[in-house]
């Protein structure tokens, strides 16, 4: 389809939560009722049928927020021809994340959320346009087309786009071989986190890493940071079911300071742990440094991203060391954009990408980047979670073979469209779970998810 002939002639945005807390999904020592929510974009074009679907992802309350945010950037595409847009998607980041909104938070917090939502929507249009699933569109780019697609403004003491071209001209000579693993559904091995939420009893937790196992899983990631005595409990419970050739990972979002998680994680060392992920504040870069250099001597490693705003804090927490799994999140970052600047990075410092990916449609979106990893930038093969909730209600859900991998997107587009049929329950405030007195609790509840605080 000529993307020249395509115009962006209106927009819609709409507030999705899903009530997660119910089933303990997502609980964790921050978190301890989270919703499942989008900020959901659907740009509509001079095509018929032809949609593009962003969203971006929140936790309940501010979700309202983030919708406010979406609809102050979508209404600067409108009535703009699709190709304008594509022939440098760089550019069009720039510009979309430039001007008097810039002010309000420049390349973080809810801005850098609903930019990330209206991007999204451009290029799953795009990806549609030309009847690919997005992880192939852009592996289908020449080396100049993909560095085309990020501004390498800030990189650029770092990463040239000269210098970008260059390693994905090498990374290209082998490409051929990798794009025949993804189209057998070899190219992304899943990781198990569904078994491992706190809210979860020691009773469920056996149940379900037995699932996972019988899954074809070997990589298990549990939430802990509720006491040494309560982590080494349930830590053991996977040590149990999987044995000493499992690989076991743990995460406490965020919950220590530097000295607290240094401290602990090295009382845990012999349950040998892969990786301590956001052990303290996502923001503290040097802190990260500090406890990755403290514990290398314990064999554990330190990832963390779920929470790193843009490509200018993955860039110095890879210059600072700090790191031995990247875990970008693909509605934290803007878009497909900022994404493929943050997958050249980890290549450059060797580091793998290990996408964050636990909440609601994580995996659908996480799938394609962690193919467009391995297919056309890092060449290696890296680990991908996989949480098994929610993906009943996408057109192009998610799934894992028999053996433990992701199952290579085939739809066009970024796998973002939900089904119309999950607004009539879930839509805030008119869904019909949200005006039952069960939801309209929750709803009223200022403080949900705070301990000691939560009323509903």
Not at 119 to 140: G, S
Not at 182 to 195: M, R
Not at 267 to 295: C, V
Not at 364 to 393: N, P, Q, R, W
Request: aromatic share 8%; net charge negative; hydrophobic share 40%.
């Amino acid at each position: 389809m000529d993307l020249n002939t395509i115009t962006i002639t209106s927009f819609t945005v709409r507030d999705l939560r899903w009530p997660t807390s119910l089933d303990a999904i997502g609980t964790d020592p921050m978190n301890l009722a989270g919703e499942n929510s989008f900020g959901y974009l659907q740009y509509k074009t001079n095509v018929p049928g032809l949609i593009g679907t962003g969203w971006s992802f929140a936790n309940g309350q501010g979700n309202d927020v983030l919708c406010t945010a979406i609809r102050s950037l979508a209404p600067r595409l409108l009535n703009r021809p699709l190709a304008s847009l594509t022939a440098n998607m760089g550019l069009t980041q720039r510009k979309l994340q430039s001007g008097q909104i810039r002010f309000m938070s420049p390349e973080r917090g809810v801005l850098q959320l609903a930019t990330c939502a209206v991007l999204n929507a451009i290029w799953d249009l795009w990806a549609k346009a030309e009847k690919k699933p997005l992880w192939r569109l852009v592996a289908d780019f020449s080396p100049e087309e993909l560095v085309r697609a990020i501004d390498f403004r800030y990189l650029s003491d770092v990463l040239t786009p000269e210098q970008a071209v260059e390693m994905l001209r090498e990374t290209g000579k082998s490409k051929a071989e990798r794009l025949q693993l993804a189209l057998e559904n070899k190219a992304v091995p899943a990781y198990n986190t569904s078994a491992g939420w706190l809210g979860h009893s020691d009773d469920k937790v056996r149940e379900l890493l037995g699932q996972a196992v019988q899954q074809g899983f070997r990589h298990f990631k549990l939430k802990a940071g509720l006491g040494l005595e309560v982590d080494r409990k349930r830590l053991g419970l996977v040590r149990e079911a999987v044995g000493d050739e499992g690989v076991l990972m743990v995460d406490v979002n965020q919950i220590w300071d530097v000295d607290e998680a240094i401290e602990y994680m090295k009382q845990l060392a012999d349950l040998k742990i892969w990786f301590i992920e956001e052990p303290t504040s996502p923001d503290d870069i040097l802190g990260h440094a500090r406890i990755r250099a403290a514990l290398k001597p314990y064999g554990i490693g330190v990832a963390t991203g779920e929470h790193v705003n843009n490509r200018v804090m993955f860039k110095q927490l890879l210059q600072a060391h700090a790191l031995d799994a990247v875990q970008l999140d693909a509605c934290r970052l803007a878009s497909i954009n900022e994404i493929l600047a943050v997958l050249l990075l980890s290549a450059k410092f060797g580091v793998p990408v290990v996408p964050h990916s636990g909440g609601a449609g994580m995996v659908e979106l996480c799938s394609h980047i962690s193919t467009i990893d391995f297919v056309a930038v890092s060449g290696k093969k890296s680990i991908l979670e996989y949480t098994d909730h929610l993906h009943e209600a996408f057109e192009a859900p998610a799934a894992i073979t028999p053996d433990g991998m992701h199952v290579t997107p085939v739809a066009p587009g970024y796998s973002c469209d939900v089904k119309e049929s999950v607004f009539g329950e879930f839509e805030c405030p008119q869904g019909s779970f949200w005006r039952s007195a069960k939801g309209l609790e929750m709803l009223n509840d200022p403080w949900r998810g705070t301990l000691g605080e939560q009323t509903s």
